[in-house]
């Protein structure tokens, strides 16, 4: 029950986390700490993609030294790294929040046989990668959304005092849920 009360509340907590702290910071000053943190991110994550790299091609997983013929029973998707890569950028702009909730776009493979008789091969299989969805939150998608709502709700001034405070109010709200749970 404890883990359904906080994966209820999730999904609020970071959608109205996100656009109260950044509709609340002074734009100058947001400037500054946006670009040390975008700076900080990114030489983390090309040392961790570094260090991954690294290790794969010291360590190389699921190479055994005996070489089992064994097949698995299930079939296996094999995802390419440029479909991931364009997953993700199609996942940033979700076409409706509402889905966006709960369905993320995921690219499909679908099989496709073909006779090629000039060459001498006959029923060749090619996997054709197909844009589709899957089921889970598109939290990339909803993060871009109010990251962009927070920024332009600060840059409203006076006129969005009013939605910045009911979102105050529904953040301190969500967070008093989450004390309750826990």
């Known amino acids: ?8 509340m999730v999904l609020p ?7 109260a702290g950044l509709s ?9 700490i946006g670009l040390r943190t975008f700076i900080y991110y990114f030489l983390t994550t090309v040392m961790a993609a570094f260090n991954g790299i690294s ?5 190389q997983p699921g190479k055994s030294s005996r070489q089992a013929s064994k097949s698995s029973a299930g079939k296996k998707e094999a995802l390419q790294s440029v479909d991931a890569f364009l997953d993700l950028i199609r996942n940033i702009i979700p076409s409706n929040l509402v889905e966006a909730c709960f369905r ?4 499909v493979y679908h099989s496709r046989e073909s006779a090629v008789k000039h060459l001498e091969v006959i029923n060749v299989t090619t996997e054709t990668p197909m844009a589709g969805t899957s089921d889970g939150i598109n939290i990339v ?15 409203m001034g006076t006129e969005g005092k009013s939605l910045r405070d009911l979102i105050n ?3 301190k709200t969500i967070m008093l849920l989450v004390k309750v749970a826990i």
């Open 13 to 19: 907590l970071v959608v109205l986390s996100l656009i």
């Open 104 to 107: 993320k776009y995921k690219t």
């Open 24 to 32: 609340n910071v002074d734009r100058r000053a947001f400037g500054k």
């Open 141 to 155: 998608g909803l993060l871009v959304f109010s990251i962009a709502f927070g920024l332009i709700l600060s840059s």
């Open 55 to 59: 290790l794969v091609v010291l360590i």
């Open 1 to 8: 029950m404890l883990l359904r009360m906080m994966q209820m």
């Open 169 to 171: 109010c529904l953040n």
